[in-house]
């Protein structure tokens, strides 16, 4: 999708290829390879929409990490995969710098938060109230909240849909 000199995906090269994508009668489903870390949440839940709004056929595939906000791009198909040594981490919005609202911010990432749980949610096969119980986990990470899953763990509790890897994808 992007050129070969582009070393990182940005979410502003992304969403014009979708809509080039979504134009082109010539092109007949999309294949979505993730390794992401996560990032900017509003632009990743962005790409999400436009995904399962694309209006063709839409696989996506976890090999590596599907972290984070890529937890939503991951679920943004009409079926998922994810390799077998892949991990998914899932835990609360968080940010960094100054905050000069809190109360505000507070109730924005709550918010913000309900909006990617709800998302997960009508996109997978999990419940919310497990979704948000491997979110707010304060026994798998060390010092930290959310919950680390490996490949099968992802299928298990219904996030993604098969273990598997470019192969089953294609």
Known sequence: MLQPQNKTTRYEHVMPQLVGIRQNDKIKGL???LNTIGGDVEAGLAISEMLVSLGKPVVSIVLGGGHSIGMALAVA?????????????LHPIRMNGTVIGVQQTFEYFDKMQDT???????????????????????????KDVGTVIIGEQAVKEGIIDEVGGLDKAM
């Open 31 to 33: 294949l979505v390879v």
């Open 77 to 89: 198909s009409d079926y998922s995969f994810i390799s077998p040594s892949s991990t998914m981490t």
């Open 116 to 142: 990617i749980i709800d998302f997960v949610v009508r996109h997978s096969r999990i419940t919310k109230e497990r979704l948000k119980e491997l979110i707010l986990d304060t026994k798998n990470i060390a």
